[in-house]
């Protein structure tokens, strides 16, 4: 059984930083691609940053210069690394994964087959 679980989440002021971890397990489960959207109330989820199996990335405008996404083929984990945090990245934060056999990198949310439970960032002003 797949299982994608998030960590790292948590209160932070503007301008501060936060690490989210997300380990993925199951047999024989490696995702070429992964990724991190987030939902905040009353919004759809959208894309933050995704990654491929040899470390290519895409980013929302929005984040860029800000954010790192990042994995540990090793670990099967991915990681976002998250700066000059703003009141507007407040939100539940998901990791995703496509099915395997799948390499290309999309930013689309129906696009992604497993999901995390979510964790939540809330940046205070």
């Known amino acids: 059984q797949v299982q994608l679980v998030e960590s790292g989440g948590g209160l932070v002021q503007a301008g501060g930083s936060l690490r989210l971890s997300c380990a993925a397990s199951?047999?024989?489960?490696?995702?070429?691609?992964m990724a991190w959207f987030r939902q905040a109330p009353g919004n759809e989820r959208e894309f933050v940053a995704a990654?491929?199996?040899?470390?290519?990335?895409n980013y929302r405008d929005s984040v860029k210069g800000r954010f790192t996404i990042s994995r540990d083929n090793t670990k099967n984990t991915v990681y976002l690394q998250m700066n000059s945090l703003k009141p507007e990245d407040t939100a539940v934060y998901y990791c995703?994964?496509?099915?395997?056999?799948?390499?290309?990198?999309?930013?689309?949310?129906?696009?992604?087959?497993?999901w995390g439970q979510g964790t939540q960032v809330t940046v205070s002003s």
């Open positions: 995703a994964a496509r099915n395997p056999v799948l390499t290309a990198l999309t930013t689309t949310s129906r696009s992604y087959d497993y």
């Open positions: 199951g047999r024989a489960f490696s995702p070429n691609i």
């Open positions: 990654i491929t199996w040899n470390s290519i990335t």
